[in-house]
């Protein structure tokens, strides 16, 4: 009988807890939004100016987007006896890889002022005592992006990855591309 009584007290005890806990997650939660309630017109991108990246991109609702597939770099010389006689060094993969992304845009009526975000995969350069060369990546990055031709700083991840699909590429890059409100998508 006692300890029916400490069970029922316990019970009693942890359901009260769980009821002040939970009205207290709901009171939490009617706090406003730190997101402005005016819907997003246009992409906005934002973040510290002086970095090379954005921070992150609003989008507004109903826009469309393109996503390329990683693309990897053009051949220079396919009887180039190194990697870099066959595809160049990082910096030279990356310049070769966003030229190809900004025909595959252009394709589509896009530019590369478009980009909204880059994954960007990198491997490891023998060449360079197989270290990452991550500095190669950002000198052909800013050749494209963050500049006065094309000052948009699209958000961006950068990773070091054991390989790719091909050992002699140092770099891959996937891009997403968001379409001006108005534009003509067919």
Request: aromatic content about 10%; hydrophobic content about 35%; some cysteine.
């Given at each position: 009988?006692?300890?029916?009584?400490?069970?029922?007290?316990?019970?009693?005890?942890?359901?009260?807890?769980?009821?002040?806990?939970?009205?207290?997650?709901?009171?939490?939660t009617?706090?406003?939004?730190?997101?402005?309630?005016?819907?997003?017109?246009?992409?906005?991108?934002y973040?510290?100016?002086?970095?090379?990246?954005?921070?992150?991109?609003?989008?507004?609702?109903?826009?469309?987007?393109?996503?390329?597939?990683?693309?990897?770099?053009?051949?220079?010389?396919?009887?180039?006896?190194?990697?870099?006689?066959?595809?160049?060094?990082?910096?030279?993969?990356?310049?070769?890889?966003?030229?190809?992304?900004?025909?595959?845009?252009?394709?589509k009526?896009?530019?590369?002022?478009?980009?909204?975000?880059?994954?960007?995969?990198?491997?490891?350069?023998?060449?360079?005592?197989?270290?990452?060369?991550?500095?190669g990546?950002?000198?052909?990055?800013?050749?494209?992006?963050?500049?006065e031709?094309?000052?948009?700083?699209?958000?961006?991840?950068?990773?070091?990855?054991?390989?790719l699909?091909?050992?002699?590429?140092?770099?891959?890059?996937?891009?997403?591309?968001?379409?001006?409100?108005?534009?003509?998508?067919?």
């Amino acid at each position: 009988m006692m300890i029916t009584k400490k069970v029922k007290t316990i019970a009693a005890v942890t359901l009260g807890s769980c009821l002040i806990c939970v009205s207290a997650y709901a009171a939490g939660t009617e706090k406003s939004s730190k997101y402005p309630s005016e819907p997003i017109h246009e992409v906005e991108f934002y973040g510290n100016p002086a970095s090379s990246i954005s921070a992150g991109v609003s989008v507004p609702a109903g826009s469309s987007y393109l996503f390329t597939s990683g693309t990897v770099p053009p051949v220079l010389n396919k009887e180039g006896k190194t990697v870099y006689e066959r595809y160049g060094d990082t910096k030279t993969q990356g310049i070769g890889i966003l030229k190809e992304i900004e025909k595959q845009l252009k394709d589509k009526g896009l530019t590369l002022a478009d980009v909204a975000y880059l994954r960007v995969y990198i491997t490891a350069d023998a060449a360079k005592e197989g270290k990452f060369d991550y500095q190669g990546w950002f000198d052909a990055y800013a050749q494209f992006f963050g500049n006065e031709a094309n000052p948009v700083k699209p958000a961006r991840s950068t990773v070091g990855v054991a390989g790719l699909v091909n050992s002699d590429w140092l770099i891959e890059i996937e891009a997403v591309a968001v379409y001006p409100k108005h534009h003509n998508q067919n």
